[in-house]
């Protein structure tokens, strides 16, 4: 990136600038050097092609399951032959997620936009794209070649809000550049896929029940495909009653084990969640969303809140503690990219035991519940995390309940919801605070650390907030400007006085000078015949005459 | 993760430092907290495994933050808990009337959580009389009123310690007989329409 925006700087050379297509127009890097019409062209045969093969794939995943299951039950009963007569279920299932893929992923991405905490991948892209698009403006001037102004404005939009960051890792990212490429809904096909043929072989090994788990997992995905009017509690409780209706048979038909029961709902849970998140987590139906820029919102009104005011007994000064800490919030904001609630879960527990070593280490003994909520609370707050409302929200929806309500994960989840319902209540009262202050800190007219005396002040901030040690950092440079202006301005006028006085001097000077030496104008003594130029004009002198007389 | 197998979820409530942390870790780890202890992860949850009879049951136990600037939040402790039990302090007065606010909570909005009164530090008493200001046979009568265990414990010398939990445990595995019990009779009745009554005639 950096490579091309220096050479773009220094010098460009006009092949490079093509469309790759050779069509002759002017391409651009953000279109993997194609003009914007190839470049329809080719995003459109990439899409289809890709339609294509998920179809296939599905259909293949379909026949292998079948196949599978006639194999190991032949002689059981007769088996209809299901794969050409009728559309599969998993195809139809496979094609009804892509649409609603398409449909929520812009959605996410737009709020992934505004989201404090993905400040790190897309905060530096739309500028960079905001000059390339400049660029390629002033390129396409000169080929003459106008769009109108919404149309350009409105290609720009997709360029910015189709980035891949909120689906792929990092390498990914650096892979696919900023190209807003098919592959982004590949990834979380492959994924899909994946999760269904890990299911697979796991019910293999179950032998009857096996087979009955998966038909009755795929119907009831089918089933919730038309059910995308529901209300999230309703969903929620479609999923639970499965949940229940399954573990119950399993129980009670099959006889397992309530261990073995417990391993087969994980993966049914996996199974189906993977299959049913994109239509399910923050439904349009629901508030969700609303909620998540709320509590977003609130957060980021409360950046001044010091790990002295929630009395956290971590001290970060300690480098094996704020490593921790660092972990902490980095589970946290990963909550985010899971689909399957139990693996959100594990995120918040692994976030949770993070905390509890940083308490540890730094008290050196044991964390109880009085350390760990507070801590939690300022790990909330200092991560930030990505639509945590919702993912609370799907947890509580869609996980298994045995796991939630009772065991260690939902002890975590439990203080989790907690920070937040503190985070949202939180008023002057709950941080020893008086109203004035609460009030002074929240509108931003007074920030606590003010009172402090400046340089220690100074420190804090920049172990407090980056944001904030670069307003430091800046103002400092700010200050150091003003005085080095000041002193240029002295200079200046020290100048002015100097060449105002060397004026005079000079003036002083000149007129002692004079003053000495008066000018006086010394008549020469000049040969006045020499100068004499008329003299022939004289009349001639006196000749004498002689008188005959 | 490997997380381990739950039965019953068990919350700890009461004031700050009546001595709830304290009870959990002379129950689980049979030791007092005085001065520091090491190579130890929290006890803010813990699970443990009893023997009722021949059954084993597992109690999720829950310690929580006793400082009232989270008392708002206690709700979303106790959902779904099913046992409660309630710590005062036997020589502060003050305790046991927060005690009683707990009671009250509980009562209104979680009818299947048993409660479990428990009077912590007896060792004090026993050591001087006259610092009891909670009364044994005040706490007797409004327990049976409330149809609650009452229990009077030390996690110093871990007296009456293992009861309180062993007492928790048997209640659980006898209730839950009768709870399935219940649930299975509404459920017949009630879910008619689920997901299993339609599609599993096969
Ligand atoms: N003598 C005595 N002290 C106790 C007992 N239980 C707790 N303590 C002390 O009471 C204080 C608060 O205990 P803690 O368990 O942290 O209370 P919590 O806030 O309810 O968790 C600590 O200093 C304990 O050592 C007890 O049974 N006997
Ligand atoms: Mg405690």
Same mark, same amino acid.
């Given at each position: 990136m950096s490579q091309r925006s220096e050479r773009r700087g220094i010098h460009v050379d006009q092949s490079e600038l093509l469309c790759k297509k050779g069509c002759g127009y002017y391409g651009n890097a953000a279109w993997q050097g194609l003009c914007s019409k190839c470049w329809r062209e080719e995003y459109q045969k990439a899409r289809q092609r890709q339609i294509q093969e998920d179809w296939a794939l599905a259909e293949k995943l379909q026949r292998e399951e079948e196949a599978a299951y006639v194999s190991s039950h032949s002689s059981s009963q007769t088996q209809p032959p299901q794969s050409h007569s009728q559309p599969s279920l998993a195809t139809f299932s496979k094609f009804e997620e892509k649409k609603t893929n398409e449909k929520t992923r812009k959605v996410t991405t737009v709020k992934k936009f505004f989201s404090p905490s993905s400040r790190t991948a897309p905060k530096k892209v739309p500028p960079e794209k905001e000059s390339e698009k400049r660029e390629k403006e002033k390129e396409e001037k000169l080929q003459g070649r106008r769009e109108s102004h919404g149309e350009t404005l409105l290609r720009d939009l997709k360029g910015i809000f189709t980035q891949p960051w909120d689906m792929g890792s990092p390498t990914e990212e650096s892979h696919e550049g900023k190209t807003p490429s098919p592959s982004i809904t590949r990834q979380s096909s492959i994924e899909t896929d994946r999760v269904s043929r890990d299911f697979l072989e796991f019910l293999k090994t179950l032998q009857k029940p096996g087979r009955e788990i998966h038909k009755q997992s795929r119907a009831f995905i089918e089933s919730m495909g038309n059910k995308k009017d529901l209300s999230a509690e309703e969903l929620s409780e479609c999923v639970q009653d499965f949940y229940q209706g399954m573990s119950d048979r399993l129980l009670n038909h099959f006889k397992g084990s309530s261990e073995k029961v417990d391993r087969v709902m994980d993966q049914v849970e996996k199974y189906i969640m993977t299959r049913l998140y994109k239509s399910v987590f923050?439904? %349009?139906?629901? &508030?969700d969303e609303k909620k998540d820029l709320a509590t977003q919102r609130r957060i980021r009104a409360l950046h001044w809140v010091t790990i002295q005011m929630l009395c956290v007994?971590? &001290?970060? %000064?300690i480098p094996e503690v704020s490593d921790s800490v660092v972990k902490a919030i980095t589970d946290i904001i990963e909550m985010d990219s899971k689909r399957v609630p139990r693996d959100k879960l594990a995120f918040i527990t692994s976030c949770s035991k993070h905390i509890f070593n940083a308490i540890r280490v730094t008290k050196n003994e044991p964390a109880s519940a009085d350390d760990f909520l507070p801590t939690l609370i300022y790990i909330v707050l200092k991560a930030n995390p990505p639509r945590l409302q919702s993912n609370i929200q799907y947890i509580t929806r869609f996980c298994n309940p045995s796991r939630l309500m009772t065991g260690e994960d939902g002890y975590y989840f439990t203080n989790l919801c907690c920070a937040v319902a503190f985070i949202e209540k939180l008023d002057a009262h709950s941080l020893n605070l008086s109203p004035e202050d609460f009030e002074r800190y929240m509108s931003g007219q007074?920030?606590?650390?003010?009172? &402090?005396d400046p340089a220690a002040w100074l420190q804090s901030g920049s172990r407090v907030n980056p944001a904030l040690s670069q307003i430091h950092h800046n103002l400092s440079v700010l200050s150091n400007l003003e005085k080095r202006q000041q002193q240029v301005m002295e200079g200046a006028q020290s100048l002015q006085t100097e060449l105002a006085e060397w004026q005079d001097s000079v003036a002083r000077e000149v007129q002692e000078i004079l003053e000495r030496y008066p000018l006086e104008i010394k008549s020469r003594a000049s040969a006045i015949d020499a100068e004499n130029v008329e003299n022939d004009r004289l009349p001639p002198p006196l000749q004498p005459q002689v008188f005959a007389g | 993760m490997t997380a381990m197998r739950v039965d019953a979820k068990v919350v700890m409530l009461g004031? %700050?430092?009546?001595?709830k942390t304290s009870l959990v870790e002379r129950y689980v780890h049979r030791r007092f907290l005085v001065g520091p202890y090491q190579n130890t992860i929290g006890a803010a949850f813990v699970a443990k495994a009893l023997n009722v009879g021949d059954k084993v049951v597992t109690l999720g136990i829950w310690d929580t933050?006793?400082?009232? @600037?989270?008392e708002a939040m206690s709700r979303i402790y106790y @959902?779904?808990? @099913?046992a409660a039990i309630v710590c005062y302090d036997l020589t502060d007065s003050s305790s046991f009337k927060r005690a009683r606010f707990w009671v009250k909570e509980l009562q209104n909005c979680e009818e299947h959580c048993k409660i479990y009164l428990c009077g912590t530090k007896s060792d004090l008493i026993e050591a001087d009389r006259s610092v009891r200001q909670v009364d044994f046979h005040d706490v007797q009568d409004f327990a049976d009123e409330i149809g609650a265990q009452h229990f009077e414990t030390s996690s110093k010398t871990g007296k009456n310690v293992d009861e309180v939990f062993q007492k928790v445990a048997e209640d659980f595995s006898s209730c839950a007989l009768e709870f399935m019990q219940e649930e299975k009779g509404v459920d017949l009745g009630q879910k008619k329409d689920s997901y299993f009554d339609n599609c599993c005639h096969n």
């Open positions: 923050c439904p %349009e139906t629901s &508030d007994p971590v &001290d970060e %000064e007074a920030s606590p650390r003010r009172q &402090d | 004031k %700050e430092s009546v001595g933050a006793g400082s009232e @600037r989270y @959902r779904g808990a @099913r």
